[in-house]
């Protein structure tokens, strides 16, 4: 699927460019860090972030701010579109699909164009792509999860607890979940997460990472570490810096037969 235009323009953060691609005939935005110095022989690893229903990407951009924790990624927070949820029957508030094949896949498709997208303006890292969200945007990130199982190194859902996939491959997960979430009950994210453990194959005793957080270690090196914080829903401050080290200790390792060749969602 090849976008039919591009636009570029500056966006009101200098080290962000907001950037227009039509998808299916749809205009999808998104805003994107595309860091100097990223080259063949040192490429870029990149990183999706997704806002939760209801949000733009301008306060995605604000609230995660993943360029600023990772100066040296490409950092893409894209711009979802009006969707109905259970909070949002008729559909008046931008947010994301939450398996693969709802609405067309117009979500999974949006991200497969802005990734070809920064793999047309910079080098990156095949071995390093990751993707975030909070909410709704975490159920998307599981999502993606489902529908490109091979092409992440790890992902990191925020207040996520959506009905997972069947194609789901073990893959390094982080979990952000407030004890007090009014919205994604606490018992809700901690059966996502327990079923992704045993996706993983983790071992059932964890150990401490760091602050809230508790490591589940996997024999195939596919941990899940979730962190849980004394909040509601509203996204932990202390997030993306974690999620930022949670990422950097992750490389996805292709298959032997593919090694050395590029994936291609």
Not at 59 to 88: C, H, I, S
Not at 94 to 117: I, S
Not at 129 to 153: C, E, K, M, Q, V
Not at 167 to 175: A, I, M, R, Y
């Amino acid at each position: 699927m090849t976008p039919l235009f591009l636009v570029l323009v500056l966006a009101a953060d200098p080290n962000l460019a907001a950037v227009e691609l039509q998808v299916d005939g749809v205009t999808r935005e998104a805003l994107i860090a595309i860091p100097e110095g990223a080259s063949s022989a040192k490429p870029a690893p990149v990183v999706f972030a997704f806002h939760g229903h209801g949000g733009t990407m301008r306060n995605a951009a604000r609230t995660f701010a993943f360029e600023k924790a990772w100066p040296d990624a490409v950092v893409v927070y894209m711009q979802g579109l009006k969707t109905a949820t259970l909070r949002d029957p008729a559909g008046e508030r931008p947010g994301w699909q939450n398996l693969p094949g709802q609405q067309g896949d117009r979500d999974v498709k949006a991200f497969d164009a802005f990734l070809a997208h920064v793999k047309s303006k910079t080098s990156i890292d095949d071995n390093r792509i990751y993707a975030t969200g909070h909410s709704n945007g975490g159920g998307f990130t599981y999502a993606l999860w489902g529908a490109r199982p091979d092409l992440f190194a790890a992902i990191a859902p925020s207040s996520a607890n959506p009905p997972l996939s069947n194609s789901l491959k073990p893959l390094p997960v982080f979990q952000v979940t407030g004890k007090t979430d009014a919205i994604v009950s606490y018992a809700g994210q901690t059966r996502t997460v327990d079923a992704v453990r045993r996706i993983n194959r983790c071992e059932e005793t964890g150990k401490s990472w760091a602050t809230d957080c508790t490591e589940y270690p996997s024999p195939s090196g596919k941990p899940v570490i979730w962190m849980v914080h004394d909040g509601g829903h509203k996204y932990s401050a202390d997030a993306p810096a974690l999620i930022v080290r949670f990422f950097k200790e992750q490389t996805r390792k292709p298959a032997a037969a593919n090694a050395g060749t590029t994936s291609t969602p």
